[in-house]
């Protein structure tokens, strides 16, 4: 088998998904830098992988995919080393769950409404919009609520064994913990703050670690 490729950036939660489930799976890839926030979009040629200029996209002996959790989907199962996903169909249904609802429900409040929004537009020289930050605090409390609720026994999200709903939610929370707001928020969940601390010191996520 070749060795895959993922287009993107280190900045993108989405990209870092797909990087921790190659590194856990200790599949050697190909990292082809495409930044989606360039003046301008993504160059042209990048549309051709993702016809909506999202970031990751993914190559793998000539099957072309895009969408992070058909990608994580597909390592694991193409791919040898541990299996991310369990067999049992109920609790693949909680992880995919899991999935879904950071997807839909928290990547918006957590890393843009939260962490864009306190962090990263003032280092541009752009205000904080206070508004947008109020409405987004009770949309990443439920969130936080809900990963609690859902979290089993255990170092992982599904309990014993490391998913990809763990390696989906852990760059989706990393970069929501650069605001200072954010830390008594996930303080009120002490199973998701020791979740947190195993997860940052894997191997995967401090090899994916952002440049800056
Ligand atoms: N549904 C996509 C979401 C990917 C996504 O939103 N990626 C962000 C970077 S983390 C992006 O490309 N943003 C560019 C934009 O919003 O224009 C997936 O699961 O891969």
């Known amino acids: 088998m070749g060795q895959p490729v993922v287009y993107g950036a280190d900045y993108s939660v989405y ?10 799976k200790r599949v050697d890839y190909e990292l ?26 993914f190559e793998h002996d ?33 992880m995919n769950q899991i999935v879904a609802l950071i997807d839909a429900y928290a990547y918006r409040p957590l890393v843009w409404d939260i962490a864009v929004e306190t962090v990263d537009r003032p280092k541009e ?17 439920l969130a936080l609520s809900e990963l609690t609720r859902l979290k089993r026994q255990g170092d992982w999200l599904l309990g014993e064994n490391l998913s990809l709903a763990d390696l ?14 954010a830390g008594p928020m996930i303080g009120a969940h002490s199973s998701l703050v020791e979740w947190w601390r195993k997860i940052s010191r894997r191997d995967s996520f401090l090899a994916t670690e952002p440049a800056d």
Do not use: C, N
């Not at 000539?62 to 541990?82: H, N, Q, S």
């Open 62 to 94: 000539g099957l072309r995919l895009y969408e992070t959790t058909a990608i994580t989907r597909y390592i694991d199962e193409a791919f040898g080393g541990p299996a991310l996903q369990p067999a049992d169909a109920r609790d693949r249904a909680v």
């Open 168 to 181: 989906h939610a852990a760059p989706i929370v990393g970069y929501f913990l650069k605001a200072p707001l």
């Open 15 to 24: 990209v870092r998904i797909v990087r921790l489930a190659l590194h856990e």
């Open 32 to 57: 082809i830098p495409v930044d989606v926030f360039a003046e301008g979009g993504p160059p042209v040629w990048y549309f051709d992988h993702h016809p909506f200029g999202r970031i990751p996209a």
């Open 125 to 141: 020289g752009i205000a904080t919009d206070p508004a947008v930050v109020e409405a987004a605090m009770p949309k990443a409390s």
